[in-house]
């Protein structure tokens, strides 16, 4: 159980930083467009962050269920980041 607990915090983590410093680098001019896309992939690094703080509680009491829940929070807050980094929300990137 411990395996899997601290392999979940250091996959999230790296997840979280990602989203957080990898995916609002640019390599050109910082469009409005862009400043917005940085602002929803810092709140999710820092949602998924914060799901660390959520997990704590469960880990020391062993509920699995609150693990879960936290797990799939932090899961959440990758895909919105994710999906946009995808382009897959247009009205974030055309003008």
């Known amino acids: 159980g411990w ?7 250091i996959f999230f ?3 979280a930083y990602n989203s957080y410093f990898l ?9 409005d467009k862009k ?15 914060a799901s660390f703080v959520l997990l704590i509680p469960f880990l020391i009491l ?3 269920v609150g693990m879960w ?9 990758f895909g919105v980041s994710w999906l946009t980094k995808s382009q897959c929300y247009s009205w974030l990137f055309k003008d």
């Open 35 to 49: 400043r917005r896309r940085n602002i929803i992939f810092k709140v999710c690094g820092i949602g998924m962050l």
């Open 69 to 77: 829940i936290v797990e799939a929070l932090a899961l959440l807050f």
């Open 13 to 15: 983590a790296l997840l």
């Open 23 to 31: 995916f609002t680098k640019s390599a050109g001019e910082i469009t």
């Open 3 to 9: 395996i899997h607990n601290i392999s979940a915090v």
């Open 62 to 64: 062993d509920v699995r």
